[in-house]
């Protein structure tokens, strides 16, 4: 399995930005379709975005259209996550993940990051 490692949350007001990364392990990363999803207090993991594995396919809940973009290097095994105009609704703690196929469903990804957090105060 490809092991990832979520960096780049932390606490910001409405309206900021922050860029989370994902760094794989694995060679096999540039393999992988990878995803972000996030999980709210009292929630479910909700899909938020996800890209293929040659950055040809992007895919974005309704929620963050328009405002997070995923990226991915290839040659450096990482996954991106840039969010703007951030809102209050977009707390939770972010999760990237991988699988090998293109989808929006948190059970058929198979590896998991520990997870960061994102804070944004109104």
């Known amino acids: 399995q490809v092991q990832l490692v979520e960096s780049g949350g932390g606490l910001v007001q409405a309206g900021g930005s922050l860029r989370l990364s994902c760094a794989a392990s694995e060679r096999t990363f540039s393999n992988s379709v990878m995803g972000w999803f996030r999980q709210a207090p009292g929630k479910e993991r909700e899909f938020v975005a996800r890209?293929?594995?040659?950055?040809?396919?992007?895919l974005y809940a309704d929620s963050v259209k328009g405002r997070f973009t995923i990226s991915r290097d290839n040659a450096e095994n990482t996954v991106y996550l840039q969010m703007n105009n951030l809102k209050p609704e977009d707390t939770a703690i972010y999760y990237c993940?991988?699988?090998?196929?293109?989808?929006?469903?948190?059970?058929?990804?198979?590896?998991w990051g520990q997870g960061t957090q994102v804070t944004v105060s109104s």
């Open positions: 993940a991988a699988t090998a196929v293109l989808s929006t469903t948190p059970r058929t990804y198979k590896s």
């Open positions: 890209i293929s594995r040659s950055s040809g396919s992007t």
